[in-house]
């Protein structure tokens, strides 16, 4: 069974950088897909990066591409999301979630996605 732990949130400055931890519990962590979503007060939860098991393709929302970036470590069996020239609207509990099986797609449906961390928020301002 995986599980799923989050570490890093934190306040920040518009502009500053932060780097969001997923640590994955589970006999072989580097079979599992890992998809980052985020949730703001009054919205609802969007998928923000996904790094595929299957091939290590990494997937990004297109209001993230190019700022975040989305790398494992399979040594500390963590997957990790950078996060540079945060934005207000970037404020959010960030969640990191698997299937329960290893081998998942990052494009299947949300449901699909059934293993889920505590979250942890991230808080952007002046």
């Known amino acids: 069974q995986v599980q799923l732990v989050e570490s890093g949130g934190g306040l920040v400055q518009p502009g500053g950088s932060l780097n969001l931890s997923c640590a994955v519990s589970a006999l072989y962590p580097d079979h599992y897909t890992i998809k980052w979503f985020r949730q703001a007060p009054g919205k609802e939860r969007e998928g923000v990066s996904c790094?595929?098991?299957?091939?290590?393709?990494?997937h990004y929302a297109d209001s993230v591409k190019g700022r975040f970036a989305i790398s494992r470590d399979n040594a500390k069996k963590t997957v990790f999301l950078q996060m540079n020239s945060l934005k207000l609207e970037d404020a959010a509990t960030y969640y990191c979630a698997s299937d329960r099986t290893p081998w998942g797609a990052c494009q299947q449906p949300f449901y699909q996605f059934a293993v889920w961390g505590q979250g942890t928020p991230v808080t952007v301002s002046a």
């Open positions: 790094i595929s098991s299957r091939d290590d393709k990494t």
